[in-house]
């Protein structure tokens, strides 16, 4: 990190510091009021929070540390040209901005998790399925803070990349970049596939187009974050210039508002309750709310919480006792327990044409039509 030749005046005026400020408490801001209202719903109308709340919880903590280290990188000289800064700003900014990495990286890997054990309650995989999401997110993260074991570990001693009195040897800056762009792509591939797998699960249910493209948008919306963190591997090469600096702002930048994306799209799943309170309708069922109704998400008379469907592993919807889920929205009528419900109270089938019929306060009235066939040379009857 040697001394650059002496710059243009026009170049050596050039600060990103003010953008870099402007944009991270910008992002970190519209996260954390994400987070307030998941927290709200969670805490003050579903009176219950899950381990997906703990883990966008501690990736918030870590965004404000991230943006917190950020600034004292900037107030260091972090955004403007390395050769313009005096010794004791190149090491704060260097120092600062490796420092910040840590908990930034840890902003966009912990709401992987979150995703992960929200998909995983509401969808109901199946037991190998529910170990390889876990396996890949586990593994994205461990490869993410690969990166910060070798951004510490490339010089001997550490210090030395930060502290010019101390004499170091440094491997290959690119050995850093190339395996962060390993990491970041892999990142991207997860959050890519964290997006799709809803859709996919939710494409083979009896739900009407409006709300499987409403549900899939809600719980897919991280497919956002595939994006962002694909343009800031695109940033990675800047670990090795020589203008450090400077050159990192925009990854310093891409970096929490990775962080910020993720974090916002693991939390829009979980505002459904709170729009309702607001709007006072249900938007993915395109219903009307009587009154507070809100209040149907919370606890019941009998203690346990309403809207706590979710899905079996056959694709089917079943309940779960003291378990408040999101896939509340994703109810139906068109399942095989309503069906035999039905059959429960109606007739024998002892004719060729069965007429049954449920009624409740006269109101709905279910008429199911069995045709039975009969083999020419056998006593053996099929239905059909």
Same mark, same amino acid.
């Given at each position: 990190?040697?001394?650059q030749? &002496?710059?243009?005046?026009e170049i050596?005026?050039?600060?990103?510091?003010?953008?870099i400020?402007?944009?991270?408490?910008?992002v970190?801001?519209i996260?954390?009021?994400?987070v307030a209202?998941?927290?709200?719903?969670?805490?003050?109308?579903?009176?219950?929070?899950?381990?997906d709340?703990?883990?966008?919880?501690?990736s918030?903590?870590?965004?404000?540390l991230?943006?917190?280290?950020?600034?004292?990188?900037?107030?260091?000289?972090n955004?403007?040209?390395?050769?313009?800064?005096?010794?004791?700003?190149?090491?704060g900014?260097?120092?600062?901005?490796m420092?910040?990495?840590l908990?930034?990286?840890?902003?966009?890997?912990l709401p992987?998790?979150?995703?992960?054990?929200?998909?995983?309650?509401?969808l109901n995989?199946?037991r190998?399925?529910?170990?390889?999401?876990w396996?890949? &997110?586990?593994l994205?993260?461990?490869?993410?803070?690969?990166c910060?074991?070798?951004?510490?570990?490339?010089?001997t001693?550490s210090?030395?990349?930060?502290d010019f009195?101390?004499q170091g040897?440094?491997?290959d800056?690119?050995?850093?970049?190339h395996?962060s762009?390993y990491?970041?792509?892999?990142s991207?591939?997860?959050?890519?596939?964290l997006a799709?797998?809803?859709a996919?699960v939710l494409?083979?249910?009896?739900l009407?187009v409006?709300?499987?493209l409403?549900?899939?948008?809600?719980?897919?919306i991280g497919?956002?974050?595939?994006?962002v963190?694909?343009?800031?591997?695109?940033?990675l090469t800047s670990?090795?210039?020589p203008?450090?600096?400077?050159d &990192?702002?925009?990854?310093?930048?891409?970096t929490i508002v990775?962080?910020?994306?993720?974090?916002?799209?693991?939390?829009?799943?979980?505002?459904?309750?709170?729009?309702?309170m607001?709007?006072?309708?249900?938007?993915?069922n395109?219903?009307?709310?009587q009154?507070?109704?809100y209040?149907?998400?919370?606890?019941?008379r009998?203690g346990?919480?309403?809207s706590?469907?979710?899905l079996?592993?056959s694709?089917?919807?079943?309940?779960k006792?003291?378990?408040?889920?999101?896939e509340d929205?994703?109810r139906?009528?068109?399942?095989?327990e309503?069906q035999?419900a039905i059959l429960?109270?109606?007739?024998d089938?002892?004719?060729?044409?069965?007429d049954?019929?449920?009624?409740h306060?006269?109101?709905i009235?279910? &008429?199911?039509?069995?045709?039975v066939?009969?083999?020419t040379?056998?006593?053996?009857?099929r239905?059909?």
């Amino acid at each position: 990190m040697a001394d650059q030749a &002496t710059l243009p005046p026009e170049i050596a005026a050039q600060n990103k510091g003010p953008g870099i400020l402007a944009a991270i408490i910008t992002v970190s801001i519209i996260s954390t009021l994400f987070v307030a209202g998941r927290l709200y719903v969670r805490i003050k109308i579903l009176e219950k929070l899950h381990l997906d709340d703990y883990f966008i919880m501690i990736s918030t903590i870590c965004g404000w540390l991230a943006v917190g280290f950020s600034c004292a990188a900037v107030a260091s000289g972090n955004g403007q040209h390395f050769g313009i800064l005096s010794l004791e700003q190149k090491s704060g900014a260097i120092l600062w901005t490796m420092v910040g990495f840590l908990p930034g990286i840890m902003s966009f890997g912990l709401p992987k998790f979150a995703v992960v054990a929200l998909l995983t309650r509401i969808l109901n995989p199946s037991r190998f399925h529910s170990a390889f999401l876990w396996s890949m &997110t586990t593994l994205c993260m461990v490869s993410l803070l690969g990166c910060i074991v070798i951004l510490f570990a490339q010089c001997t001693p550490s210090r030395s990349q930060w502290d010019f009195s101390v004499q170091g040897h440094c491997w290959d800056h690119w050995i850093l970049v190339h395996y962060s762009m390993y990491a970041g792509t892999f990142s991207a591939v997860t959050d890519l596939y964290l997006a799709v797998y809803p859709a996919v699960v939710l494409a083979k249910l009896q739900l009407n187009v409006k709300k499987k493209l409403a549900l899939s948008g809600a719980l897919g919306i991280g497919s956002i974050a595939t994006v962002v963190a694909i343009y800031k591997t695109t940033r990675l090469t800047s670990l090795a210039s020589p203008d450090f600096s400077y050159d &990192t702002s925009d990854l310093v930048i891409w970096t929490i508002v990775e962080g910020s994306t993720v974090t916002v799209a693991a939390c829009i799943p979980i505002m459904q309750p709170l729009v309702d309170m607001i709007f006072g309708n249900r938007a993915l069922n395109g219903s009307s709310a009587q009154g507070k109704g809100y209040q149907k998400y919370g606890p019941d008379r009998s203690g346990n919480l309403n809207s706590d469907l979710e899905l079996s592993s056959s694709g089917q919807m079943r309940r779960k006792r003291g378990d408040t889920n999101y896939e509340d929205a994703l109810r139906t009528l068109d399942t095989k327990e309503s069906q035999e419900a039905i059959l429960r109270q109606g007739q024998d089938l002892g004719g060729t044409t069965v007429d049954i019929k449920t009624r409740h306060n006269g109101g709905i009235v279910r &008429t199911d039509v069995f045709v039975v066939s009969y083999e020419t040379d056998s006593a053996t009857q099929r239905a059909l």
